[in-house]
């Protein structure tokens, strides 16, 4: 490539950079047609995930895994990322929460 060509290259990927605004990179249409079947299952998905039975089988493991882990029968690190996951599970609404605060900055 010559020299011209670079900087004409260069040039357009600036323009390009600078013309693109926010509001290409947004979806007009937030719910699109023939979506509900979708959302359905993935709300209960996420109600499975997050609704009294996996509380109660979260509670059940970290129990198991704590009497595990004081009988020497399971190492600390696994314990410890089971209930990592376990608050990972149950803490991501705030998580996701906390990063989209911390985005709305940039």
């Known amino acids: 490539m010559t020299e011209v060509r670079k900087a004409l290259w260069a040039l357009i990927s ?3 950079i600078l013309w693109a605004g926010p509001a290409l ?5 937030l719910d699109p047609a023939g979506s ?3 959302l359905g299952a ?3 998905v996420q109600g499975t995930l997050l609704g009294a039975v996996a509380t ?3 509670v059940i ?3 198991g895994c704590g009497f595990m882990m004081l009988t020497g029968r399971m190492n600390w690190r696994h314990g410890g990322m089971v209930i990592l996951g376990c608050f990972i599970l149950f803490g991501s609404a705030a998580i996701v929460g906390g990063i989209r605060s911390a985005a709305q900055g940039f």
Not at 25 to 29: G, R, T, V
């Open 14 to 16: 600036i323009w390009a």
């Open 25 to 29: 990179a947004q979806s007009a249409n």
């Open 36 to 38: 509900g079947v979708i």
């Open 42 to 44: 993935v709300n209960w």
């Open 56 to 58: 109660a089988v979260a």
């Open 61 to 63: 493991a970290v129990a």
